[in-house]
């Protein structure tokens, strides 16, 4: 535990788990998601205010369903388990489970006793969402209904002596209503958290620590201009100063003017030791003739490190590698053996074997809403904290084919049109990614008197929370149609726009 004040969420394999934990931390309640699996024993230790039983596909009657120590219910903490939870709940303390013949799922109205310290302040009905099959038919001795819907006798029951709350709904998700005051009922009336969970508290609390750990060490760091990156490197920095060194690998197939513009944030503004490593040529000479998209980003992925690690050799001596690893990116599986540790998925994964004493990681426990609050408490400017995801091959995989320069200025001349005009209608903070792509393509088009064969360039825009799955963005056409126009007009060899109107799956985000 990294917070003096914390609540467990303890996962069966639900869905919506780091959903849970992100609708805590938002209310100011630090939570940690852990597997099923912890013991009484080590919850105890931790000094947990509060624990939360996720939801779970699983019915708790099934043989290897994801059961949790009994005795977590008589460690005097208050436990608030929601629909898997709520029904693994009942099952274990001596309630009835059933299942029904229907599943009910979707926005249900149900109904509420709001003398229920958990249902304080609200109306005695609202929607929220179901999504079961499995239902409580009785409720544990010493526990009491709280609320009904149509086809649930048991929506909500609680055992107030001993702290024991369940639902059979979704409070985290949206569609419920009055899903968060719910949720904070728990924190605050049952749990009797403070709310000490800000992030200018944290900025604070990590620079202290950063300094506590490298001393006066040094420490590096490759910095793409991402928001977790910049975030995790301006904390280093308010930590330890000059003792940072930040290498900026300009592989020069980055945005148009990004590659500036990270260096007058990070160099002018906070006056940070930065190299920027101009390598463009490098990375073009490697890439001569390569279409295929793997071997695109293999290649940039092995030239990044080792341009990186020809940069640190200049420097000397380097105690610890700063990474801006996020929450999401190392949380357990619920119900996996061993912890899933996703792979950094970001620019070229630095070679393990350099030789550095330690990692410093000061994002690894926050959420990317979190980081980006931080980001703005430490003074970076809104369009960095509020940029987009980029590719670490960044256009290498947006020009279909082999790359050349000539391709590379058109597509960045496209795609900052594309850009421009989607900030100026005000629809940046609602299309999750969006870019230009050099589709290979040629096609006749005429212009003035004259017939043209020229290229394609096509535009993709999505709307996702999590990048697994994502719709295309439904831009307004009188917006489309002057993006359009202007890149016709103002980018050379372009003779066609299209914009790409497929969801992932059975597309991907990217094109290649
Ligand atoms: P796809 O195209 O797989 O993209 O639907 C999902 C998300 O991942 C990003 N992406 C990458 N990021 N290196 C990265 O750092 C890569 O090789 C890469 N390929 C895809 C993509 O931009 C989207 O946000």
Same mark, same amino acid.
């Given at each position: 535990?990294i917070h003096?004040?914390?609540?467990?969420?303890?996962?069966?394999?639900?869905?919506?788990?780091?959903?849970i934990a992100?609708r805590?931390?938002?209310?100011?309640v630090?939570?940690?998601?852990?597997?099923?699996?912890?013991?009484?024993?080590?919850?105890s230790?931790?000094?947990?205010?509060?624990?939360i039983?996720?939801?779970?596909?699983n019915?708790?009657?099934?043989e290897?369903?994801?059961?949790?120590?009994?005795?977590?219910?008589?460690?005097?903490?208050?436990?608030?388990?929601?629909?898997?939870?709520?029904?693994l709940?009942s099952?274990?303390?001596g309630g009835?489970v059933?299942?029904s013949?229907?599943?009910e799922?979707?926005?249900t109205?149900?109904?509420?006793?709001t003398?229920?310290?958990?249902?304080?302040?609200l109306?005695?009905?609202?929607?929220c969402w179901m999504?079961?099959?499995?239902?409580?038919?009785a409720?544990?001795?010493?526990?009491?209904?709280?609320?009904?819907?149509?086809?649930?006798p048991?929506?909500?029951?609680?055992?107030?002596?001993?702290g024991?709350?369940?639902?059979?709904?979704?409070p985290?998700?949206e569609?419920?209503v009055?899903?968060?005051?719910m949720?904070?009922?728990?924190?605050?009336?049952v749990?009797?958290c403070?709310?000490?969970?800000?992030m200018?508290s944290?900025?604070?609390?990590?620079?202290e620590q950063?300094?506590?750990t490298?001393?006066?060490?040094?420490?590096i760091?490759?910095l793409?201009?991402g928001?977790d990156?910049?975030?995790?490197a301006?904390l280093?920095?308010k930590?330890?100063?000059?003792n940072?060194?930040?290498?900026f690998?300009?592989?020069?197939?980055?945005?148009?003017?990004e590659?500036?513009?990270?260096?007058?944030v990070?160099?002018?503004?906070?006056?940070?030791? %930065?190299?920027r490593?101009?390598?463009?040529? &490098?990375f073009?000479?490697?890439? =001569? $003739?390569v *279409?295929?998209?793997?071997k695109?980003?293999?290649?940039?992925?092995?030239e990044?490190?080792?341009?990186?690690e020809?940069?640190?050799?200049?420097?000397?001596?380097?105690?610890?590698?700063?990474?801006?690893?996020i929450?999401?990116?190392?949380?357990?599986?619920?119900?996996g053996?061993?912890?899933?540790?996703?792979?950094?998925?970001?620019v070229g994964?630095?070679?393990e074997?350099?030789?550095?004493t330690?990692?410093?990681?000061?994002?690894?426990?926050?959420?990317?809403?979190?980081?980006?609050r931080?980001g703005l408490?430490?003074g970076?400017?809104a369009?960095?904290?509020?940029r987009q995801?980029?590719?670490?091959?960044?256009?290498a995989?947006?020009?279909?084919?082999?790359?050349?320069?000539?391709?590379?200025?058109? %597509?960045?001349?496209?795609?900052a049109?594309? &850009?421009?005009e989607?900030v100026? =209608? $005000?629809? *940046?903070?609602?299309?999750?990614?969006?870019f230009?792509?050099?589709?290979?393509i040629?096609?006749v088009?005429?212009?003035g008197?004259?017939?043209t064969?020229?290229?394609?360039?096509?535009?993709?825009g999505?709307?996702?929370?999590?990048?697994?799955?994502?719709?295309?963005?439904?831009?307004?056409?009188?917006?489309?149609?002057k993006?359009?126009?202007?890149?016709i007009?103002?980018?050379?060899?372009v003779?066609?726009v299209?914009?790409d109107?497929t969801?992932?799956?059975?597309?991907?985000i990217?094109w290649?």
């Amino acid at each position: 535990m990294i917070h003096n004040e914390a609540v467990l969420i303890l996962d069966f394999g639900g869905q919506y788990s780091q959903l849970i934990a992100r609708r805590v931390r938002d209310l100011n309640v630090y939570c940690e998601i852990k597997s099923y699996k912890t013991t009484a024993e080590q919850i105890s230790a931790a000094g947990y205010k509060g624990i939360i039983f996720s939801g779970g596909p699983n019915s708790v009657y099934a043989e290897d369903s994801p059961i949790c120590d009994k005795k977590v219910f008589e460690l005097g903490i208050p436990v608030l388990g929601i629909c898997y939870g709520a029904q693994l709940m009942s099952y274990s303390l001596g309630g009835k489970v059933q299942s029904s013949e229907v599943r009910e799922y979707g926005k249900t109205p149900v109904d509420f006793q709001t003398t229920s310290l958990l249902f304080q302040g609200l109306e005695d009905r609202s929607d929220c969402w179901m999504s079961h099959t499995d239902y409580i038919s009785a409720v544990p001795s010493g526990f009491k209904i709280t609320a009904t819907s149509g086809n649930c006798p048991v929506a909500a029951m609680e055992n107030t002596e001993k702290g024991l709350y369940a639902l059979q709904f979704h409070p985290e998700v949206e569609h419920s209503v009055r899903g968060n005051e719910m949720l904070r009922n728990f924190l605050y009336n049952v749990c009797k958290c403070s709310g000490d969970w800000v992030m200018s508290s944290f900025a604070l609390t990590t620079i202290e620590q950063i300094k506590a750990t490298v001393g006066d060490k040094k420490v590096i760091c490759a910095l793409s201009g991402g928001v977790d990156s910049s975030v995790a490197a301006l904390l280093v920095h308010k930590a330890i100063g000059k003792n940072l060194t930040c290498i900026f690998v300009d592989h020069g197939m980055l945005r148009k003017n990004e590659g500036d513009d990270v260096e007058r944030v990070f160099r002018n503004q906070f006056d940070m030791n %930065l190299i920027r490593v101009n390598a463009q040529e &490098r990375f073009l000479t490697k890439l =001569a $003739g390569v *279409d295929e998209p793997e071997k695109k980003r293999k290649i940039i992925g092995e030239e990044f490190i080792r341009v990186f690690e020809e940069e640190a050799n200049k420097i000397g001596h380097v105690d610890f590698l700063c990474q801006g690893t996020i929450y999401p990116d190392v949380v357990e599986s619920g119900v996996g053996d061993a912890a899933v540790i996703k792979s950094h998925h970001n620019v070229g994964g630095l070679p393990e074997d350099v030789g550095f004493t330690g990692i410093v990681e000061p994002l690894r426990n926050l959420f990317k809403d979190e980081v980006r609050r931080v980001g703005l408490e430490l003074g970076i400017p809104a369009p960095l904290v509020w940029r987009q995801p980029f590719p670490g091959p960044g256009l290498a995989i947006r020009i279909m084919g082999e790359i050349t320069s000539e391709k590379l200025e058109i %597509l960045k001349d496209a795609d900052a049109i594309f &850009r421009e005009e989607i900030v100026e =209608a $005000g629809m *940046d903070r609602n299309i999750n990614q969006y870019f230009a792509v050099l589709t290979g393509i040629k096609s006749v088009g005429v212009m003035g008197d004259g017939r043209t064969y020229d290229n394609t360039i096509a535009l993709r825009g999505v709307t996702t929370s999590d990048f697994m799955t994502a719709d295309w963005a439904r831009i307004p056409y009188d917006l489309l149609a002057k993006i359009s126009s202007r890149i016709i007009n103002e980018v050379k060899s372009v003779n066609r726009v299209v914009y790409d109107i497929t969801s992932k799956p059975p597309a991907t985000i990217e094109w290649e």
